[in-house]
């Protein structure tokens, strides 16, 4: 079953549901990075977490997710798109806890005490950015009290990791549900949610043993839900060496003519993906004369 994302109204239209299969592209984020264990569970539920928030969205967008926590994982960053594509990496990804039943211990390894932020770039408008405080630094709960704290939306958000023996992913997914106007006035709806929400398996656990993004959404709706939308979800870095030629080129004069004096060739490597871009002495030397241009379009 490859990686995909399906979306339903549910209980009436009061609420909205998300749920999604993130298995491969987590195991291709993990193998890219290198990731260890309890480094591989935080990146995977961040990038679910994203992918799934890219897919409330339409049209030409952006959005980026950073956590900073006290952890010693040292921060977690994605970027995520409309067309279910989405990247990420973490500050240290060698780095393993476990809890005393053997749990990947992920709010160890991010921290509690930091910030979630989220950048959204609609191209439509300015880039906004809203964050919210972290909660308990396992990601669910903290992109939960985001959505409340941050977007006023009453959510729930699930995410799992399960990692093999041998450091592989295993199971992968997540879902978001979220009430929609009218829900808070409805007798009984949100004491039902919760209800099953809290009797809900482990997503990752429902996902090792077959279970698809529609069967993880009837579970949590019994039926009650209306499927509207599906998305194929997928790993990928739009990096490009002519992009970092611009960043090179935006440090200016200055900095790149110590690069010249050194007269060597400079490596750039993507955080994202871990490819690497190769700059000779005369690339180097002919983005001198891009950034007088640049100089001369400031001033006029």
Known sequence: MHDYLVKAYAFDGLARVYGAKTTDLVEEARIMHDTWPAATAALGRVLT?????????????ELSIRIDGNGPINGIVATTNAKGQV???????????STTNDKLAVGAVVGNAGFLHVTKNLKVRDIYTSSSALQTGEIGDDFTYYFASSEQIPSSVGLGVLVNDDNSVLAAGGFILQLLPGAQTKAGLIEEIESRIKTLRPVSDMIHDGYTPE????EITKGKHEFVEYLDLEYACDCSKERF???LISLGKDELNLMIDENKPIETVCHFCQKKYLFSVDELKSFINDCSLISDKTKL
């Open 87 to 97: 990247r990420g990496y973490v500050g240290n990804p060698h780095v393993h806890m």
């Open 215 to 218: 069967m993880i959404i009837n």
């Open 245 to 247: 030629a611009k960043g």
């Open 49 to 61: 977490a994203s992918v799934i928030m890219g897919a409330m969205y339409k049209g030409d967008m």
